[in-house]
Every structure is written in C-alpha cells, then in structure tokens.
Nanobody, 123 residues
C-alpha cells in the first residue's frame, strides 16, 4: 500500500497562490493516475484535478480550470497542485490520492489517500 503525504497548505488571502505537494512512498507510483480532491466543512469530498501516469493528460473540475495546475515528477514520486487566484470558496482540506492505471476522475477509483492538508483562504 502506497503512503501519501501532503504538504504546502496554509492560510492565505484571496487572490494569493499556494503550491501543494504530495510525496509518495517508493513503489509503483509512476504507473497510476494521481489526483487531488478537497473537502470543505459540511460538504462531500469533491474532485479537483487528476493527472495520467505519464503526466501528459490532465483533468480539472470546472472551478479549477484556468486557476489550478497539476503536475507530477515520477523520478521523485511527487505530484503537485499549483493553485492561483485563490478564492474564499477554495477553503477546504485537500487530499492527494492514487487512482487506477487508466486516467479517472471518479472518487471511488482512488484507493490510497493522504491525510490531507488544510487550505484556508480569507476574503
């Protein structure tokens, strides 16, 4: 079972940027889709972004398009989420997750999860 550890969360003001990073334990990281999800208080966990095993294909939730950028480094077993132009509604715990071999955005297809990192955006 791969272990995932997120970092980079914090408290920022609206309009600021944050870069989240997820480090995976050694293993078959490079063979799987990696994704980011988020969960705000009182809400369901929702998809943010995903990236294919090769890094050549990405998917974004509508709210993330144009503001967030996902990337991965298979040599370092890391996947990052660059978040720009942050809004107060982006406040949530952000989770890194490992999905299937084929690119997917479905929460149920992600079987390994990190502990999450808090992002708070003040308006």
């Amino acid at each position: 079972q791969v272990q995932l550890v997120e970092s980079g969360g914090g408290l920022v003001q609206a309009g600021d940027s944050l870069r989240l990073s997820c480090a995976a334990s050694a293993g078959t990281f490079s063979q799987y889709t990696m994704g980011w999800f988020r969960q705000a208080p009182g809400k369901e966990r929702e998809f943010v972004s995903a990236i294919s095993w090769s890094g050549t294909t990405t998917r974004y939730a509508d709210f993330a398009k144009g503001r967030f950028t996902i990337s991965r480094d298979n040599a370092k077993n890391t996947v990052d989420l660059q978040m720009d132009s942050l809004k107060s509604e982006d406040t949530a715990v952000y989770y890194c997750a490992r999905g299937r071999v084929l690119l997917t955005t479905t929460l149920g297809d992600f079987s390994s999860w990190g502990q999450g990192t808090q992002v708070t955006v003040s308006s």
